[in-house]
T-cell receptor, first 111, second 116 residues
Framework: DAGITQSPRHKVTETGTPVTLRCHQTENHRYMYWYRQDPGHGLRLIHYSYGVKDTDKGEVSDGYSVSRSKTEDFLLTLESATSSQTSVYFC??????????FGPGTRLTVL | AQKVTQAQTEISVVEKEDVTLDCVYETRDTTYYLFWYKQPPSGELVFLIRRNSFDEQNEISGRYSWNFQKSTSSFNFTITASQVVDSAVYFCALSEGVNYGQNFVFGPGTRLSVLP
């Protein structure tokens, strides 16, 4: 267990509002990831980070931005939420021992 | 573009049977990583293994084993003596390049049901 927490765990918001999801880890892992999981589309990588202030896009990055100002925190922002961003969002890290750890997930509903 | 295929959508076995989950990938990169994940009915995601493209050695971890064959672009996963707790959706994934997130794609998953 890499001590990964996600907040909030559940959120309901309205179309057009900004939303920020937070991923926090306690193990000082270098790599961090944001994924989304949707019925019919499976799991998809949104953004990832390979160090503080070092981030890159994943398969479905449009409409999302990320920031990593500290090793332990990786923020995912939906600048203007849309209904297509209703999903379950998972954060993950990769340890130096080549193990990946996942957070519990955030269920986001955009009305 | 890179792609991961898991042709088996659902598999059902009886407890103690061995079961193999297939994963076929496509990539033009010579450096890439392959992964397997488990998602039990509770919904959490569990990392099982990461393998880089330069290491074709098979891996065994308890009842789990993985067979990586570059010649057939496959990275298959076998559960020996399956148990009810193995019931889950299993995802294979591919990441290209030297970073663990570059061009990262998942397969659609295989739902495994292990019946008592």
């Amino acid at each position: 267990d890499a001590g990964i927490t996600q907040s909030p765990r559940h959120k309901v918001t309205e179309t057009g509002t900004p939303v920020t999801l937070r991923c926090h880890q306690t193990e000082n892992h270098r790599y961090m990831y944001w994924y989304r999981q949707d019925p019919g589309h499976g799991l998809r990588l949104i953004h990832y980070s390979y160090g503080v202030k070092d981030t890159d896009k994943g398969e479905v990055s449009d409409g999302y931005s990320v920031s990593r100002s500290k090793t332990e925190d990786f923020l995912l922002t939906l600048e203007s939420a849309t209904s297509s961003q209703t999903s379950v969002y998972f954060c993950a890290t990769f340890s130096g021992n080549n193990e990946q750890f996942f957070g519990p997930g955030t269920r986001l509903t955009v009305l | 573009a890179q792609k991961v295929t898991q042709a088996q959508t659902e598999i059902s076995v009886v407890e103690k049977e061995d079961v193999t989950l297939d994963c076929v990938y496509e990539t033009r990169d010579t450096t890439y990583y392959l992964f397997w994940y488990k998602q039990p009915p509770s919904g959490e995601l569990v990392f099982l293994i990461r393998r880089n493209s330069f290491d074709e050695q098979n891996e065994i971890s308890g009842r789990y084993s993985w067979n990586f064959q570059k010649s057939t672009s496959s990275f298959n996963f076998t559960i020996t003596a399956s148990q009810v707790v193995d019931s889950a959706v299993y995802f294979c994934a591919l990441s290209e390049g030297v970073n663990y997130g570059q061009n990262f794609v998942f397969g659609p998953g295989t739902r495994l049901s292990v019946l008592p």
